[in-house]
């Protein structure tokens, strides 16, 4: 048997030069969209113009365009166009790393993606959610679901690109960075006013906030919308109280 020689280059320097995550591509998960009707303002009618309206995408539609997410890259902040030459001029922010799939137990289509730029991976710590653009196959008959109207629908589609956003069209999409554990935030620490000396751990993907008017709200959810809005000089006072499943926790 022939014995394969390593090259000295491998044996000198066996060792990262930055053993940290810090600077190295993150795997994040894209919950991006999900069948139905949306709103679109860039909608044309039968005469090319530019209208607005509301589509119907059924999931047989998605599912046929969910090969096309793998390799398209993203984009950081707004929607534009792009080409696949900009992966050698390095103006991209991100890779989706496989095709999308359905995921039955929230009803949405997700993507596997990587993200490197340094900016993006900071929206998306702060609450920053993803918003997708593809060019789809249409038939522009009119009709009715569930007795709403709509003005067309997709049939088919190519996705082009990932954008991270502040304001998705999918209210509820979102991006999970899955180096901690699967959690965007990790494990959260609190005191206890009546107990500071008493430390309580809460998961933000498990623990709940009764939020008055709203029912019990995903503690994640709610950490992720201040750290989207901070930047207007929202302001919290340190006193206030939250219930955190069932415990009272000052914030």
């Known amino acids: 048997m022939t014995k394969q020689l390593l090259p000295a280059s491998v044996l000198e320097n066996p060792a990262l030069e930055n053993a940290s995550r810090?600077?190295?591509?993150?795997?994040v998960d894209l919950k991006f969209i999900v069948p139905g009707l949306v709103y679109y303002q860039d909608l044309k009618n039968t005469k090319g113009e530019t209208t607005g309206g509301t589509v119907l995408v059924r999931k047989e539609a998605f599912d046929k365009m969910n090969a096309?997410?793998?390799?398209?890259?993203i984009v950081n902040w707004d929607h534009r166009k792009v080409n696949a030459n900009e992966f050698d001029r390095g103006t991209f922010q991100g890779v989706v790393t496989g095709p999308a799939y359905f995921n039955a137990?929230?009803?949405?289509?997700?993507?596997?993606?990587?993200?490197?730029?340094?900016?993006?991976l900071k929206n998306i710590e702060n609450g920053f959610s993803v918003s997708c653009a593809y060019q789809p196959v249409l038939d522009t008959k009119a009709g009715f679901y569930n007795q709403v109207p709509y003005q067309a629908e997709v049939l088919d589609g190519e996705y082009t690109h990932f954008a991270v956003v502040s304001v998705p069209r999918y209210e509820e999409a979102r991006i999970e960075l899955m180096n901690s554990g699967g959690n965007t935030m990790g494990l959260?620490?609190?005191?206890?006013?009546?107990?500071?000396?008493?430390?309580?751990?809460?998961?933000?993907?498990?623990?709940?906030?009764?939020?008055?008017?709203?029912?019990?709200?995903?503690?994640a959810e709610l950490i992720n919308s201040f750290r989207a809005t901070k930047a207007a000089n929202v302001k919290v006072g340190m006193e206030d109280m939250i219930d955190v499943d069932g415990q009272k926790i000052s914030v």
């Open 105 to 120: 137990a929230d009803g949405w289509f997700h993507a596997p993606a990587l993200v490197w730029n340094k900016q993006t």
């Open 188 to 219: 959260l620490s609190f005191f206890r006013k009546d107990k500071p000396e008493e430390k309580i751990d809460f998961d933000p993907a498990t623990a709940k906030v009764a939020v008055e008017g709203s029912g019990d709200v995903p503690l």
């Open 22 to 27: 810090d600077g190295w591509p993150q795997e």
């Open 68 to 73: 096309s997410a793998k390799g398209k890259p």
